[in-house]
């Protein structure tokens, strides 16, 4: 539990005591009050504003407030301490017996600590990857990925009903250069001699794995055929081969969809027309001509007539083409109907996951979902920067057209699902990123994969150890029971009111959709624990296990597995594993 949320309501059932007692005015409101960490430690362990919200309304001094605020809260038997600073602000110094019930609370909870009811089961439709099924996933998709998986999982612990979505782009002009590419590799597992991949086609390797694949299958039905009798069933066996090989690629990441959207379908069922023809039927739609865009002109702009969306209306900066002057839909058409198929699934909030680059796409998308829904849906959508791949301080260069990337197993292969997930969410997903394949394995402090996972796996040893002394296993609930009185050092105490605040985290990473808040939650609750072994090193009246004290033994190794269990927490979020030993 979120205990700056607990202090806050006791806030203010203070407040509205003292309204009761006619020493505040009615009617106030109280939603502005928050109970939060102190810009000062030093200044005790939490801060509220009320009296600084409050004195306007109250038509008081905020001292005068404040005065009558501490009168109170000094009763709360948890309170230790109140103190007024400045015009008004109140903090609280909490007594030692409340940290030591958020010691066993979070002994207890485990890896479910830190879980929160934020979100009360709000439905969320969170879409990220979505990569054209035209190779195998690489390094370019990565960092939406992996980022789109942990806010998943990060919104889920901050308790919103969660659906992982891919929408499959398998209705573009892609699909068929695909199946043409697919189409000469198959003559080419016959024998025949094809030469240079001709410019335009994928010349992966990967498409001769689909070819054998093909003609395992038909052997040699398609060969001889012109491009109108193998045009159509390639595509599918294309679509099909690729969305395997990239469900393969994002297992072996860890990351696994609840939906597989195909545009393809949506277009087969008519949803791209109905949804078309609902805007037309709102009034939003009328035929006319875009003014050209300044610099480089976009691929649906034409200087003639076409059907347009009045986006400009529900906040873009233009209208926007539905329809070319040929009569086929732009594929803003198709996005549309896929928001309103989302939306019509009983999703209002929707998260898109998208790369920096379609950053110009925003606005029409948040445009056409308000347009349709009536202003009832809501689209947040998280671009991510590219990730720049070094080796040793050198780029490393790719190309998927020419074949010639490097591909998502590649990157596994070389360092690891749980190295590449953690570094991708050391940064916040709009900030650019640099990934050092050499790096990211180093055994330092500098490598904050290691740094966290070894504090993890230190924990384990300190339990081993202990129980080697204590002669039998100790489970959480036998931990929970021993003296935490005895844990009396500054820094011991320090470590758990930073354990305390792992909930806050959580939802304040999950309201803002940024994962990396975890990451540096974790640096910085690895970086105390490394510190408070190294002080045991120092100082033998510091040490986790002491045989001449066994029960103040059972308190430290109570707060050791504490660390080690919201550490756990943490990496569970980041679909990592907490390892026990390196």
């Not at 308790?159 to 209705?171: C, L, M, P, Q």
């Not at 491009?227 to 595509?235: K, N, V």
């Not at 624990?529 to 090193?537: D, Q, V």
């Amino acid at each position: 539990m979120n205990y700056f949320n607990q202090i806050r309501a006791d806030i203010i059932a203070q407040l509205t005591q003292l309204v009761a007692e006619g020493k505040l005015p009615q009617a106030l409101d109280f939603s502005a009050v928050c109970a939060e960490p102190p810009r000062d430690a030093s200044h005790g362990d939490v801060a509220t504003n009320a009296a600084m919200v409050l004195c306007k309304q109250a038509g008081a001094k905020p001292r005068d407030i404040a005065m009558l605020l501490s009168e109170k809260l000094e009763t709360i038997d948890y309170i230790e301490k109140v103190d007024i600073a400045g015009p008004g602000f109140v903090n609280l110094r909490l007594k030692a017996s409340f940290w030591e019930a958020q010691l066993k609370d979070i002994l207890l909870s485990g890896t479910s600590y830190g879980s929160s009811d934020l979100g009360n089961g709000k439905k969320i439709n969170i879409e990220y990857v979505s990569a054209n099924p035209t190779g195998p996933m690489h390094i370019g998709h990565s960092r939406g990925a992996i980022f789109g998986d942990a806010l998943a999982s990060l919104m889920q612990k901050a308790g919103f009903d969660v659906t992982r979505e891919y929408y499959v782009n398998d209705a573009g002009s892609q699909i068929d250069v695909l199946a043409r590419s697919l189409h000469m590799r198959y003559r080419e597992a016959h024998g025949e001699n094809i030469g240079e991949i001709p410019a335009g086609l994928y010349p992966g390797e990967y498409v001769k794995d689909a070819a054998k694949k093909l003609v395992a299958c038909d052997g040699d039905k398609w060969l001889g055929k012109e491009e109108d009798e193998f045009l159509l069933p390639l595509r599918v066996f294309a679509v099909g081969a690729m969305l395997e090989m990239i469900k393969e690629d994002l297992a072996a990441i860890g990351i696994k969809f609840d939906v597989f959207f195909s545009e393809n379908e949506m277009i087969k069922r008519g949803d791209v027309k109905k949804a078309i023809d609902e805007l037309s039927q709102q009034g939003l739609l009328y035929e006319g001509v875009l003014e050209p865009p300044k610099g480089k002109l976009p691929d649906d702009w034409e200087p003639r007539p076409q059907t347009l969306f009045k986006a400009s209306e529900f906040g873009d900066d233009v209208d926007r083409a539905l329809k070319k002057s040929d009569g086929t839909y732009t594929y803003f058409a198709s996005d549309i109907a896929y928001h309103e198929d989302k939306y019509k699934r009983g999703y209002k909030h929707m998260i898109d996951v998208w790369g920096a680059d379609h950053g110009g796409y925003v606005k029409r998308m948040k445009a056409a979902i308000k347009a349709f829904s009536n202003d009832e849906a809501e689209l947040d959508v998280k671009l991510c920067q590219m990730v720049n791949l070094l080796d040793n301080g050198a780029p490393v260069k790719m190309s998927k057209r020419a074949g010639k990337f490097v591909t998502l197993r590649d990157m596994i292969d070389a360092v690891g699902k749980d190295v590449m997930r953690f570094i991708m969410l050391t940064r916040k997903n709009d900030a650019q990123l640099d990934f050092d394949l050499t790096k990211v394995l180093e055994q330092s402090k500098d490598n904050p994969v290691f740094y966290v996972q070894y504090a993890h796996a230190r924990c384990h040893s300190v339990l081993r150890k202990g129980e080697e002394i204590l002669n039998k296993k100790l489970s959480a609930n036998e931990l929970a029971e021993a003296d935490f009185a005895l844990l009396s050092d500054e820094s011991e105490m320090a470590i758990i009111k930073f354990m305390s605040q792992w909930p806050r985290v959580i939802e304040g990473a999950a309201e803002n959709s940024e994962p990396h808040r975890i990451a540096y939650y974790l640096g910085d609750l690895a970086a105390m624990f490394h510190g408070l072994w190294n002080k045991g090193r120092d100082d033998v009246q510091l040490r986790f296990l002491d045989e001449s004290n066994l029960e103040l033994t059972k308190a430290r190794l109570a707060l050791v597995i504490a660390i080690a269990g919201v550490v756990a927490s943490g990496l569970e979020v980041f679909g990592v594993e907490p390892v026990k030993e390196m």
